[in-house]
């Protein structure tokens, strides 16, 4: 079967750095998507990896090594705004998102 | 604000009632998507449009039913439903289910609660 693997909960404090990981096993790969959902809305796009590196956009990086099946969301400078449950998905070979049951981080003052 | 709405944001409804479920997208895109989250578990794919024709279909059970009238609007049609349907109902759109980058904007959602 397919799945998509992250931690349940995470805690940092604020200024700090957080990295939150993202493993998978999926039907072929088509791209790895990172959103940021705050309690009660909509999640929202953050990043895109579908070669292996890393993306920079801002405070936030994404990491994608398709070899190992293995992403990461890097989160710098943390404001208390950052708050929310991170989703890792990943496309499948037919172009279908799996979704991890995403990672609630905790950001202490 | 992503430019995809939905209502009602909130629903409360016994076992036999009939309600809709309504989703509406301002970005011009040609795919819409329903998903399921329940708390503590990945996002569920329900139902995927695409140019109005339904491209997926996964073993949703009949008490749900979809309809796109138009690549704008979408509705979750809802009927005989159980308690462990009580979830948050989100309504996504795309511009196309393939594609390169091809992010999800998503609305922000129904709480659906069910007697």
């Known amino acids: 079967g397919q799945n998509i693997d992250q931690p349940t909960e995470m805690t940092a404090t604020e200024g700090a750095i957080v990295q939150i990981n993202c493993t998978y096993q999926t039907s072929g790969f088509n791209g790895l998507f990172w959103y940021q959902q705050h309690a009660g809305e909509a999640p929202t796009f953050l990043s895109y990896?579908?070669l292996d590196g890393l993306e920079e956009k801002g405070r936030f990086s994404s990491f994608l090594s398709r070899s190992k099946g293995y992403s990461y969301l890097l989160l710098k400078e943390l404001q208390m705004k950052d708050s929310a449950s991170y989703l890792c998905?990943?496309?499948?070979?037919?172009?279908?998102?799996?979704w991890g049951a995403g990672t609630k981080l905790i950001i202490k003052p | 604000e992503t430019g995809v709405t939905q209502t009602p944001r909130h629903l409360v409804m016994g076992m036999t009632n009939k309600k809709s479920l309504k989703c509406e997208q301002h970005?011009?895109?040609?795919?819409m998507y329903w998903y399921k989250q329940s708390a503590k578990k990945p996002l569920e794919l329900m139902f995927v449009?695409?140019?109005?024709?339904?491209?997926e279909n996964n073993s949703v059970p009949s008490r749900f039913s979809p309809e796109c009238p138009n690549s704008s609007h979408l509705f979750l049609h809802l009927h005989t439903l159980q308690p462990e349907d009580s979830a948050l109902y989100l309504c996504?759109?795309?511009?196309?289910?393939?594609?390169?980058?091809?992010?999800?904007?998503f609305g922000p959602g129904t709480r659906l609660t069910v007697l």
């Open positions: 990896n579908v």
């Open positions: 449009y695409s140019l109005e024709e339904r491209v």
């Open positions: 970005l011009g895109h040609n795919a």
């Open positions: 998905a990943v496309r499948d070979g037919n172009y279908q998102l799996i």
């Open positions: 996504a759109s795309s511009q196309n289910p393939s594609g390169s980058v091809n992010e999800q904007f």
